[in-house]
Nanobody, 124 residues
């Protein structure tokens, strides 16, 4: 599985960005796609996830502002980010979990494949 992110950039607080993650390879193995972020000097954290069945999970810090979605025809997962805050500044990664699970993996360790990351910077 290969993942390629795009869509990061610099935006003012209150603005919006949409990140894209294009998947290729053995995508039939993917059970969950997740978006993570890693602020400078901090651990990588799960922002949002979507299962193959379409169920979604969000971190409390982004609920109501971020939306994860997928376009199966394009093998692409999106993260729409609205009402951005300076604390949303981080490198954002998409990740794929190919393991069969009952619950969505909430940590980076649960994901097998990673994109290269894209920088999101929110200025105040």
């Amino acid at each position: 599985v290969q993942l390629v992110e795009s869509g990061g950039g610099l935006v003012q607080a209150g603005g919006s960005l949409r990140l894209s993650c294009a998947a290729s390879g053995s995508i039939f193995r993917i059970n969950t796609m997740g978006w993570f972020r890693q602020p400078p000097g901090k651990q990588r954290e799960l922002v949002a996830a979507i299962t193959s069945g379409g169920s979604t999970n969000y971190a409390d810090s982004v609920k109501g502002r971020f939306t994860i979605s997928e376009d199966n025809a394009k093998n692409t997962v999106y993260l729409q980010m609205n009402s951005l805050k300076p604390e949303d500044t981080a490198v954002y990664y998409c990740a794929a979990d190919t393991n069969p699970r009952t619950l969505v993996a909430g940590t980076a360790r649960g994901y097998d494949y990673w994109g290269q990351g894209t920088q999101v910077t929110v200025s105040s």
